[in-house]
């Protein structure tokens, strides 16, 4: 069972910054590709940010591409989510998500929902205009 925790939120003006983390519990979090995503207030829930197990590769949206980076440190079992210029659409609540399926490629990036197996309760992000 591995357990997520998220932190970073709060409130920001436009073109401001916040720095996402996501604490995991476990021993074999250094094996699973992670993931963020956002829901908005009435809105679904939609990828913002993929990285693989190893950290060599990372896939993001294309309304995040350029003013996103996730990033990882498996020694401290956190994965980051680096927000820079944002927006006031980027207003959501931010979860972090793992992979826990064995035997995945170093390579390899999940954008979809439905393959990660473990989830963070969230955190609120809100960019005032």
């Known amino acids: 069972q591995v357990q997520l925790v998220e932190s970073g939120g709060g409130l920001v003006q436009a073109g401001g910054s916040l720095r996402l983390s996501c604490a995991a519990s476990?021993?074999?979090?250094?094996?699973?590709?992670m993931g963020w995503f956002r829901q908005a207030p009435g809105k679904e829930r939609e990828f913002v940010a993929a990285i693989s197990w190893s950290g060599g590769s990372t896939y993001y949206a294309d309304s995040v591409k350029g003013r996103f980076t996730i990033s990882r440190d498996n020694a401290k079992n956190t994965v980051y989510l680096q927000m820079n210029s944002l927006k006031p659409e980027d207003t959501a609540v931010y979860y972090c998500?793992?992979?826990?399926?064995?035997?995945?490629?170093?390579?390899?990036?999940?954008?979809?929902?439905?393959?990660?197996?473990?989830w963070g309760q969230g955190t609120q992000v809100t960019v005032s205009s």
């Open positions: 476990g021993r074999t979090f250094s094996t699973y590709p």
């Open positions: 998500a793992a992979d826990g399926s064995r035997g995945i490629s170093s390579r390899t990036v999940v954008t979809e929902a439905r393959r990660y197996d473990y």
